[in-house]
């Protein structure tokens, strides 16, 4: 059988770009490797001390786990010392690590932003969890960072994927030209393309939301859960539920399967739950580049003006069939609103 590693096809990608100077293969290459580390430590939680809560709070009040700051630890060790980038953001860190002064890397030209262990409050009860990374390019030459490159949309990506660490580790990502996915062969310590082109189906059959959050949903995403479980065979609904409460494993089911991700404004969340920089925006580009769609139900996530670097917003995200769906319920609170 004739295995393709990721460090082979990033390569062979890299050569339809003449004048790449091998950076943004250096960067991929550092997170392969965070990711492996990670990988390690992930599998073998149950067996060091290393399960269970650090005893601090990260900078959005939320209880670290060990392997959050494990995690948080290695992919900002690692990419700071790569010399790629300008710019480190991690979910972990009230500031992002600005490393564009000339005493650090003025010449990098990545900004990196990222949640080191998405969904990690599951992982003592051995729970995939995931890392989420997207990558844009400094659109200011050299020098000092510019507000113009804080500014740029998720549309602007370079690149972005995330890491599953499951019954099996995949990383996933896209560069805007598809997606492919790499799956981990521990034997030999790399990532092998597993899934080239992923395309998400434009239907699938399950929903997954946190629906304990029902009584604070808006009236269109009531009438949604509604018709996700109404019976018509030829739609094939009712859908299925199926919630892990781990973002990356709940979108990665439903990349392969087909599906629909939904976490809305509730009153706890007015804006919703999750991080626009380093959890939406890197999905919705792998769900576009998958053929899929995301939106706030108001308008595309990949199209939000970022304003703060751990902004949060609501997120609907999967097959574009589902997506659209929702955007029919939606569609009357959005015209109030844009009325008002
Ligand atoms: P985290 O970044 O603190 O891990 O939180 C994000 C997680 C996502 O993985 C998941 O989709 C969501 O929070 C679950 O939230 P809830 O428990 O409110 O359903
Ligand atoms: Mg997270």
Redesign the pocket.
Known sequence: MSIQTLEQFITEQQTQFPQAKGEFTRLLQSISLAAKIVHREVNKAGLADILGKQGSQ?I?G?EQQKL?VFADYYFLDILKKAGECCYLAS?EHEDGLDLSSPSHYPNGKYMVYF?P??????IDANVS??TIFSIYRRVSPSGELQDEDFAQTGRQQVAAGYVIYGSSTMLVYSTGKGVNGFTLDPSIGEFCLSHPQLRIPELGKTYSI?E??YNQFSAGIKQYLQFCKNQDPATQRPYTSR????????FHRNLIQGGI?L?PETST?PNG???LMY?CNPLAFIAEQAGGKASTGFLPILDIQPNALHQRCPLIIGSVRMVEEVLLYVKEEVELILNS
């Open positions: 990260n959005q939320e959050d979910e949640d262990l998405d969904g990690s409050s599951n969890v995931g946190n304990s959050n919630y892990i409460g781990s973002l990356v494993a709940d991700f976490y969340y739950k999750l991080r959890e």
